[in-house]
């Protein structure tokens, strides 16, 4: 069983920065992607940044240039950077990541960290 688990969250103001972290951890034999997702109340999650195995990157127009996914140095750990914060960020942020384990395919959430932006 693979599990994950976000970190990084907290109070942020307006053009402020933050970085998330997430850490997989598990019989891991291979990740395929990695991404981050975001959900506020009464909206349906929307992803934020994915990467692939290859490392190419994925991330909504809306975006582009503030939000940046890496990889860490640690063994299956991720970052999320993200700049110049808006209020509209506000929301709970999962990381979600699909892979492979010596017994098979498996797709893990975190349970999710809270990012609150003050305008």
């Known amino acids: 069983q693979v599990q994950v688990a976000e970190s990084g969250g907290g109070l942020v103001q307006a053009g402020g920065s933050m970085r998330l972290s997430c850490a997989a951890s598990?019989?891991?034999?291979?990740?395929?992607?990695i991404a981050w997702y975001r959900q506020t109340p009464g909206k349906q999650r929307e992803l934020v940044a994915a990467?692939?195995?290859?490392?190419?990157?994925n991330y909504p127009d809306s975006l582009k240039g503030r939000f940046t996914i890496s990889r860490g140095d640690a063994k299956n750990s991720f970052h999320l950077q993200m700049n110049t914060l808006e209020p509209e960020d506000t929301a709970v942020y999962y990381c979600?990541?699909?892979?492979?384990?010596?017994?098979?395919?498996?797709?893990?959430w975190g349970q999710g960290t809270q990012v609150t932006v003050s305008s």
């Open positions: 979600n990541i699909r892979g492979s384990t010596y017994r098979g395919l498996f797709d893990s």
């Open positions: 598990g019989n891991i034999f291979n990740i395929n992607v």
């Open positions: 990467i692939a195995s290859g490392k190419a990157t």
